[in-house]
């Protein structure tokens, strides 16, 4: 039996022993989730978040919470915030040098856990204007229009990336891995 048929072995045993399900006993992964709110402050550092709250999952669309003619698509490391209908026209239209201070006007998106959000950046905006402000958490990406000319059909596209969290069942089969090694090691030395 050569070394890495009984490091498979062992691992193997050791994650039957610690109860830990095999990547096939987990089945068919789940697409992560997002919760969306909309937030509006003037003059505040932290926002106070409409109670409502749409979720979807990613890759997936949905309507803002705030406004039904405002699609938010959620891509493998993209949004796109679309505008569309009569409504928009003027959303987001406010003028920051009327309320100083930091302002909010825009929407939360909390990602499910799995995911640890590494970077987000504005890609694009149009029509112009005040440029909108990205800013993000480890689990949550904050989309800021304050102050933002909105007119029909605008839209704003956000890239991000993600590191996913490695599963306990993973870290506990890797330390046994590593301890198998570091055994072998020693019996070899002497």
Not at 4 to 21: H, K
Not at 58 to 74: A, D, H, I, K, Q
Not at 96 to 111: A, D, E, I, R, T
């Amino acid at each position: 039996m050569n070394a890495l048929s009984v490091m498979t072995t062992t691992l193997a045993l050791a994650a039957g022993l610690l109860g830990l399900p095999s990547a096939q006993a987990q089945g068919v992964q789940t697409a992560p989730q997002v919760s969306v709110n909309f937030g509006f402050c003037t003059g505040c550092t932290l926002p106070t978040f409409e109670e409502l709250t749409v979720t979807t999952t990613v890759p997936g669309s949905v309507e803002t919470p705030n406004n039904p003619y405002n699609l938010l698509t959620f891509g493998e490391g993209s949004i796109e915030l679309s505008m569309n209908g009569a409504y928009a026209t003027g959303f987001c239209c406010v003028n920051p040098v009327q309320y100083p201070g930091h302002n909010f006007n825009g929407y939360k998106m909390s990602f499910s856990p799995g995911q640890v959000i590494t970077d987000a950046q504005l890609v694009s905006y149009a029509p112009g204007g005040l440029t909108p402000e990205v800013t993000w958490t480890a689990d949550t990406i904050y989309l800021n229009m304050w102050g933002g000319q909105v007119n029909l059909d605008s839209s704003v596209l956000v890239s991000y990336t993600t590191a996913p969290v490695p599963e306990p069942a993973t870290t506990a089969l890797l330390s046994a891995g590593l301890a198998v090694v570091a055994l072998g090691v020693r019996r070899r030395r002497g």
